[in-house]
């Protein structure tokens, strides 16, 4: 990250749940940089009752049958991507990810 901060990103389920789960005087906020990242009112920076309220929101569809279509069409896409390439030939990632 720019400037002299240090900045750590957590994927792991296991770890949000602890973090997210925590009394947050555990934690720093985050510094500016990582807001123009996620967005000022993204879900991850939200406590409370709306930090529950915006999760009931947006939980559905990341479940169960919807998640496993989600990934088989991320699998698609991206194979179908990769056919296009060229082994040793240089490419634009974000021309091919769009």
Not at 46 to 66: A, N, Q, V, Y
């Amino acid at each position: 990250m720019p400037g002299n901060s240090l900045e750590v990103f957590v994927s792991s389920p296991q770890a949000l749940k602890e973090i997210f789960t925590k009394d947050t005087k555990d934690y720093e906020l985050p510094s500016s940089t990582f807001f123009k990242f996620v967005g000022e009112k993204s879900i991850g920076l939200l406590s409370g009752d709306r930090h529950c309220r915006e999760r009931k929101l947006l939980m559905p569809p990341f479940h169960g049958e919807r998640m496993r279509n989600y990934g088989e069409v991320i699998c698609n896409i991206t194979q179908s991507a990769a056919r296009k390439l060229t082994v040793g030939q240089t490419f634009r990632t974000r021309e091919l990810v769009q």
